[in-house]
RNA sequence: GCCGGGGUUGCCGAGGGGUAUGGCAGCGGACUGCAGAUCUGCUUUAGCUGAAAUCCGUGGACGCGGGUUCAAGUCCCGCCCCCGGCUCCA
């Protein structure tokens, strides 16, 4: 079945494949290295990288690209608030950044290139467009983009030149023959860094490193560019406008831009003062819940974040993962294989095709979380009635379609690690009679002996002053017409 | 103002012409001596019919109002509200 993905530029959802090969050539604008990453970051990455991991899911090679931009006004207003170069701020979050980015547990792209890494490429791309007639220098050395020698300038965002003209304003001090060009190429001001080029010394303007690492790496049309929705315009605009203009070929044939974040309906910003770094989150909780999270709701769609959210998040990944682990033990232990199921087949090829059909139609992660929840589901309450092989093929397949998501690929041992490093109740996730050091087990079997015993004679007040007590230590008990069970909270 | 994206039950969210998917939360029931775990049920609803009803039928109900259709969250028209972009943003 093909995957259908929706295409920014035409505003509808498209068959996608790529241009060459079994080969997808993908460019995601990273982070301006500026401050610590937050959410909204973590959710447009998670996107990405559902994208990248379906794709490959379905058997294309992808080879993606994720740039740095580290070098902007924002950088070195910071640096000289804080009186150091730049580089150092930059090089600062980029770490963070890196740290987030691991920690959230995205694919590592192929290349993640630096703007300042690329000056020599940007003034070739430069130059190419002023020789084109494209750009034009000014007096105090900027290069800027002449917006209206291309003629398709607005198809991305819809916006029309009339329109933009009659808002934007050309700030004191700018040389710009037209309100809405761009600049390319930035002259020096006293004190910032810069590079030598034909214009004297300056920096690249924040769109042009795009382009010019994207051609490098990528070739002059490559098969998906992705973004923030806020980087529609200007900014993949004008990416557009400067490649097009240099190679008279399309840029990007799928544009994929992720819905941006809000705080409970208010936008999150520093005035407001309700940013969460990625850190944050990661404090309280895992990844895997960060994930499911983003991937709980479309990613073309605005996407909501406050803590109670995320508590309930992670009870449904605690869910799977109770089944999981339920069916792993019943692996190890006791699992009688005598029955198993006749339609079994059929209902795993079901859940994995319902599964892709839900990617294939525009990355529909919600909905395939519906059926993998479901898979875990039928796992868990078929476990007496399938063969041990069976109940192997359906984990495996489980914690496949995970993958896709980004979920479900601890172990019990891990996600109890992951749950005690946050002072989390784990009796959630491990299955009954699960015991990490045996020595106990002889103790707990001749207490839970005793207990029943109290039991059968009636004295329930010291029966459960007993379980009161194991509860404390951090055991559960529970009785069940099976006997009792018992499971380790902490 | 212009350009996008949204509005589905207490909450999150699928569904994009044919009985409103699933979960969370809440409240019941089963099982338990109790609890837990598990299973299971209910959780939009004015009016009308009727002695009455938690039952039966009818009828509304997916922001609001119209329309197309045998049939409308779903398509069309108009409007309201929310978010974002038009200035740095993922």
Redesign the pocket.
């Known amino acids: 079945m093909q995957l259908m993905l929706y295409n920014t530029l035409t ?1 509808k959802k498209e068959v996608f494949a790529p241009l060459k090969n079994n080969i997808v050539r993908a460019y995601f ?4 290295v500026q401050d610590s990453p937050h959410i ?2 973590a ?2 990455f998670i996107a990405f990288d559902i994208l990248v991991r379906y794709l490959k899911f379905r058997g294309y090679k992808v080879f993606f690209i994720r740039n740095v ?1 580290d070098i ?1 006004d ?1 950088i070195i207003e910071k640096a000289k608030k804080e009186n150091v170069t730049p580089f150092e701020i930059a090089h600062r979050y980029y770490l963070e950044f890196l740290h987030a980015a691991d920690a959230l547990k995205l694919l590592h792209p192929n290349i993640e290139p630096f703007a300042t890494g690329h000056i020599p490429e940007i003034i070739e791309l430069i130059k190419k467009l002023i020789d084109k007639g494209f750009a034009y220098t000014t007096k105090s050395g900027d290069v800027y983009f002449d917006v209206l020698k291309f003629k398709e300038y607005g198809k991305l ?4 030149i009339s ?2 003209k009659a ?2 304003r050309i700030k004191p001090g700018e040389e710009k023959k037209n309100p809405i060009d761009f600049a390319l190429w930035k002259a020096a001001k006293p004190g910032e860094p810069s590079w030598p080029s034909p214009w004297g010394r300056g920096r690249p303007g ?1 769109h042009i490193e795009c382009s010019a690492m994207t051609m490098k790496y990528l070739g002059e049309t490559i098969d998906i560019h992705g ?9 993949h605009e004008n990416e557009i406008a400067q490649s097009e203009a240099a190679t008279g070929k399309p840029f990007a044939r799928f544009w994929f831009h ?5 705080m409970r ?1 208010d ?2 910003s520093k005035s407001l003062g309700n940013i969460v770094p990625i850190f944050e989150a990661l404090r309280r909780y895992d990844h895997e819940t960060i994930r499911l999270w983003a991937i ?3 990613y ?5 974040f406050y803590w109670d ?1 995320l508590e ?1 998040t992670e ?2 990944l605690d ?1 799977m993962y ?1 089944s999981l682990f339920l069916a792993e033990q019943q692996l190890e232990t006791e699992h009688k294989t005598t029955e198993s199921l006749n339609d079994f087949n059929e209902r795993l090829r079901d859940f994995i095709a319902e599964f892709k059909k839900a990617m294939n ?1 525009d990355l ?1 992660t ?2 395939a979380l ?1 059926i993998l ?1 479901d898979f875990t589901e039928f796992l ?2 078929n476990l007496n009635r399938l063969s041990k092989s069976q109940i192997e093929t359906a984990i495996k397949e489980i914690r496949e379609l995970g993958w896709v998501l980004g979920i479900l690929q601890m172990s019990l041992e891990e996600r109890i690690q992951e749950k005690r490093r946050r002072g989390k109740d784990i009796s959630t996730i491990v299955p009954p009679n699960y015991i990490e050091s045996g020595d106990i087990k002889p103790f707990l079997d001749l207490i839970i002996a005793v207990r029943n015993e109290l ?1 059968k004679r009636k004295i ?1 007040d010291l ?2 002053s007993i ?1 009161e007590r194991l509860k404390q230590m951090g055991i ?6 099976e006997g009792t ?1 018992w499971r380790i909270k902490k």
Request: glycine share 12%; with cysteine; net charge positive.
């Open positions: 505003r604008c990273g982070p301006t909204g970051h959710r447009a931009t902007d924002k965002s819809g916006q029309r329109e933009l808002g934007a924040w973004g923030g929705a806020d980087l529609i315009f200007p900014h992720v819905g941006l974040l809000r309906g936008k999150m709980n709701t479309h073309r769609k605005p996407i909501d959210l309930n009870k449904i869910d109770s139609d529909n919600p909905k519906g929840r868990k309450s039991r329930f029966a459960d379980r559960a008990l529970e009785d069940s017409k069970k």
